[in-house]
């Protein structure tokens, strides 16, 4: 599986990655494949350089690792690299011209209407939504003990972290029929949106218009209904609500008084919404799966919440001394970031380093390569938790971690996401244990999120049971 990688100690378990190739090995690998992984794509050098040209494409394409042009280029005082049109393009059919892919004075100005609204992604007010969420699942959970049948890690994973989404947004519990066509939904956009189409990635020339195939637009239009749904339940109750979509709903445009529109105010909390339950869900699969090849991992966890007391609450100030489970979470983000790449674009021809970008060359940050790169982590493909002690802080190079982005954009539920996956880590590991069906097949795909490829089954068995 690892190809020509150099290899960490024996001890430690290097989880399921690509093989880098050279540049043309690589786009023929993922020309042949079909299935619109761009972490296939990754030639071998990528991981080795600070920055440089990156494979053959009709626009030119640099890949930038040095956390210092890192920081400048998301920090971008002068609107001079945007969210890439390719990317625009495939998010807009999901979440409009919201604040998620806006730039520019519309971006700020969004920025402004929803910004009290992150003030309800505070800990002390989420944290009983989430433990509320979590025992619902258990009761899920404790079934599939009892019948001992294989059911989708991705799936449930995806369930939870949009029941506990949705009850921060919206002050309301997520059926689970509704958070399934979610789920199926979001991959079938994942799986077919234009956005990861190598012929158009390679051919067309920038801000190309990107149409979108029938079943993409289709599975935006589920999404969006049922956020809708959701939104027009609020507004129905009649009673003052202190959440997410009460700010949202109650935000005015600071320069003349307007509101959002429904569709507008749709678009917004479908970024809330999607990219703060599908995000968490896919970084906890992947850290789940680990636990499950690695029993020491799992061991761990529960040893670290206390041994004997499944059924007892953990409270938030316990979460803050989950210090291992923490880390996995952290090292799984940096193995399996779930935005796997930040792709921009120059609008307008800027000198960088010794290369000259002209208007519409793509700048592309991939966290993944970052987090893996020869130069700035030690081990880099291995699976090292410990590697965030303190004690061992002189490893890091300053700025080479981003799984929530740096700068003005830095994502703001980063300390939601980090407490809500150690909770559910800890709370996962104390009372179960986790069997995965077929582990060979399962590796990653980069399209909008890293995911597995397939979904990733599994059996589930309590702690302390024989079989």
Known sequence: ???????????????????????????????????????????????????????????????????????????????????????????????????????????????????????????????????????????????????????????????????????????ASLANDTARDVFESFAVFERSVAHVELRRLIFDKAFTAIPQSRPVLDACDRICRHIGVLLDRHLAAGATFDDIAASIIGARDPRDGAAFTRDELIDQLGVFFLAGHETTASALTWAVFIAAMRPEVADRMEAEVGQGAPDAPITFEQTRHLTFARNVFRETLRLYPPITFLPRVALKPVKFGRYQLRRGSMVMIAPWVVHRHSQLWKNPHAFDPDRFLPEREHEMTPGAYIPFGIGRRVCVGAAFATTEATLILGRLMRRYRFTVERPERVRPVARLTTRPAEEVMVRIRRVGSAS
């Open 1 to 171: 599986m690892n190809g020509d990688r150099v290899q960490g100690p024996p001890d430690l378990y290097e989880p399921p990655g690509p093989d880098p190739l050279p540049p043309l090995a690589a786009l023929v690998r993922t020309a042949l494949r079909g299935e619109g992984n761009l972490l296939s794509l990754l030639p071998a050098s990528a991981y080795e350089v600070p920055f440089g040209p990156l494979g053959y494409s009709r626009r030119f394409i640099l890949i930038v690792n040095d956390p210092e042009h890192i920081r400048a280029i998301l920090a971008d005082p002068d609107d001079v690299f945007p969210k890439s049109d390719l990317m625009v393009g495939a998010l807009e059919p999901l979440v409009g011209d919201s604040i998620f892919v806006s730039a520019g004075d519309r971006w700020r100005a969004q920025r402004r209407m929803v910004d009290p609204a992150f003030s309800h992604m505070r800990l002390s007010i989420a944290f009983p939504a989430m433990s509320a969420a979590i025992d619902d699942m258990e009761a899920r959970l404790d079934e599939r003990c009892r019948t001992g049948e294989a059911f989708s890690l991705d799936l449930m994973l995806g369930q939870l972290t949009a029941d506990i989404i949705c009850r921060t947004v919206f002050s």
